[in-house]
């Protein structure tokens, strides 16, 4: 299994905050790789360290043969990797259409690519010429995970991308994130929902205090509730 | 172009149409107050001309200071830049000027605003790269810094131009006024308009109309999104500094014109101006400051007609006016 990206030794400051404390990990290519830990363990931190938006102050981050750390995340997002921020980042002052047609920096937006997209979200395709500010927060994550896959990418970051969406758009997400998978795309996602976690993860790294605490199979973490109360103090049971 | 581009819309965003009336609101309010309509045609023209010129100056700095997030109290340097080129151009052709051809009239106003431009959009790119990058997200330190080299602009005017004003006088076709019954306008006021005009259907065309508008209102809003797009915003910012400075240098130059006499602080003058406009507009807004503009300069008119101590603070009363209706401007940004 061939590597995509790998985080070997990778220390961040957010001020005089030591978040990110020796991060080593790597997401395997074609595969979706989960990013779990508890709140305040560095899963945000670790993706926008990776994109760029901040530096890392020691360590090294390699996608493929290309080294990341040091460079804009201009330059990041233009080796081919797609950001869909926690906070979405929707421009709210732009249309659905403008947001999108932004994603697509190399060229116009393609048609077929849209009505795929449109196929998961078609919220989207109604409010086309609608100002984003004014679609609702499931629409606005929506718009923030089509804005990053609007063109093909080799590399995807999304944090958090079930946070406050109702059980319907969730599951339209899954479809969603799983046929991104079986396109070859690299998938590094942040969860805090276990069970979508589960359902779409291939591998995962468990984060605790800016460090890696667990690496291994999804499906092996999913199936062991000891160590998922251990690592994330939770169990699956918890989320039936 | 996308198929979806047909047949798609469904919502469309609703507009929101009250602040762009404010300034009729208030032209139809102090109309029964001035009483003689000539005299309320001549004051709403003179105010839609200084208006325009206020605009052309001042949305320079909303996008500078919308998008880049700088607090630029160096803008006015560049507003006193364009003023001095435009002199520049019209001292060695003053024959131009005073000559019985509408052409050679025109060519050197042509001239003059457009030298202005330049001028002060390249030495944008010289103060940005020397005084503003450095000071990038740090907001004190910006204020100082641009503080200082307006400072050290507004000395170097001295230096190079005298204390002294320095009377500029306008091309003859440009002189005198259009008479409409007993009301006058001005000739000089009817291009100043229509200047201000062109400059806001030109901002508001590439702001809607193509890509780096595109990009340039996502910036306004979250530049660090734009960025993780892989777009390089550093290139934007400093275009987008270039042209803000190239516009506070067209202002200057058409205020120069207009008030007859150039000086050194015609900068810090209008940069108070400026800014409370851009605060009345909304942050980073081009509509919203040209709506602000119109209104800050019919309201000081009118209130400079009816009540002459009132307008030394009319500007003020109208922000705070303004502020307590909408406390983010008359079109806010989002994320501002």
Known sequence: MSEALRLEGVHTFIGRYHILQGVDFDAPAGRTTMLLGRNGAGKTTALRTIMGLWRASKGRIALGSTLLQGLAASDVARLGVGYAPETMAVFSDLSVKENLALGARNGPLDDDRLRWIFGFFPALRKFWLSRAGALSGGQKQMLSIARAIVEPRELLLIDEPTKGLSPAIVGSLIECLKEIKATGVTILLVEQNFRVAAEVGDMVRVMDNGRIVHRGAMDELAADAALQSRLLGLSLDSHQ | ?336
């Open chain 2, 1 to 336: 172009m996308s198929a979806f581009d047909v047949g798609a819309a469904l919502p469309r965003q609703k507009i929101d149409i009250l602040p762009a009336l404010t300034p009729v609101i208030v032209a139809l309010v102090a109309a029964p107050f001035i009483g003689s309509f000539s005299t309320f045609l001549t004051l709403t023209a003179a105010g839609l001309a200084m208006g325009m010129m206020i605009f052309t100056m001042a949305s320079g700095l909303t996008l500078v200071f919308g998008m880049m997030d700088v607090l630029n109290f160096g803008h006015g340097a560049f507003i006193a830049l364009g003023a001095y080129v435009a002199t520049l151009v019209f001292l060695p052709l003053a024959s131009w000027s005073n000559a019985d051809s509408v052409a050679l009239n025109l060519g050197v106003f042509v001239l003059a605003v457009l030298a202005a431009a330049l001028t002060s959009g390249a030495l944008g790119w010289v103060f940005e790269r020397l005084i503003v990058k450095p000071v990038y997200g740090e907001h004190l330190r910006q204020i100082l810094a641009t503080i200082g080299g307006s400072i050290i602009a507004e000395q170097l005017l001295y230096a190079l131009f005298g204390p002294d004003q320095i009377p500029l006088g306008l091309p003859k076709t440009l002189q005198g006024s259009f008479v409409f019954g007993e009301a006058a306008v001005e000739k000089y006021r009817v291009v100043a308009t229509l200047v201000g005009l062109a400059v806001f259907a030109g901002e508001m065309l590439i702001l809607n109309r193509t890509r780096i508008g595109l990009l340039i209102r996502a910036g306004v809003e979250n530049r660090e999104m734009v960025e993780a797009l892989g777009y390089r915003i550093d290139r934007l910012f400093v275009g987008v500094f270039m042209a803000g400075s190239a516009l506070a240098g067209l202002g200057g130059a058409m205020m120069a014109l207009y008030r007859g006499q150039v000086h050194a602080t015609i900068g810090g003058e209008f940069l108070v101006l400026c800014f409370i406009v851009i605060i009345i507009g909304g942050l980073g807004s081009v509509g919203g400051s040209f709506v602000a503009s119109i209104l800050v300069a019919l309201v000081a008119n009118y209130a400079g007609f009816l009540a002459p101590k009132l307008a030394l603070v009319s500007n003020i009363l109208a922000m705070v006016v303004v502020l307590l209706w909408r406390p983010r401007g008359l079109y806010p940004v989002s994320g501002r």
